[in-house]
């Protein structure tokens, strides 16, 4: 079983850029689909993107999620910051081949990192 861990956040100002990352242990992150979520109390976890097995990198608008299989790592590069964006950010893993969106496809969660960016 994977043990995962994120790190990186902290307080920005908006248009800042950051980068977290989510460093795995247990088990090579190479044999796992990785995404990252974020949440803010009261809402909906949302699904922020993924890098599958195969994948070098995945872009989303203002982030880029990429891995390091060497490092054992997984960044997400958050660029142009908005006050929206503030939200606990979770890296999770799952063994599927075909994932979506939904949290239930991802089976192993770290315990989050926080992300404040004020206006």
């Known amino acids: 079983q994977v043990q995962l861990v994120e790190s990186g956040g902290t307080l920005v100002q908006a248009g800042d850029s950051l980068r977290l990352s989510c460093t795995a242990s247990?088990?090579?992150?190479?044999?796992?689909?990785i995404s990252w979520f974020r949440h803010v109390p009261g809402k909906e976890r949302e699904f922020v993107g993924a890098v599958g097995r195969s994948d070098t990198n995945t872009v989303k608008g203002r982030f880029t999620i990429s891995r390091d299989n060497a490092k054992n790592t997984v960044y997400l590069q958050m660029n142009s910051l908005e006050p929206e964006d503030t939200a606990v950010y979770y890296c999770?893993?799952?063994?599927?081949?075909?994932?979506?969106?939904?949290?239930?496809?991802?089976?192993?969660w770290g315990q989050g990192t926080q992300v404040t960016v004020s206006s």
């Open positions: 999770a893993a799952t063994t599927l081949v075909f994932f979506g969106s939904n949290p239930s496809d991802w089976y192993y």
């Open positions: 247990g088990r090579p992150l190479s044999v796992y689909g």
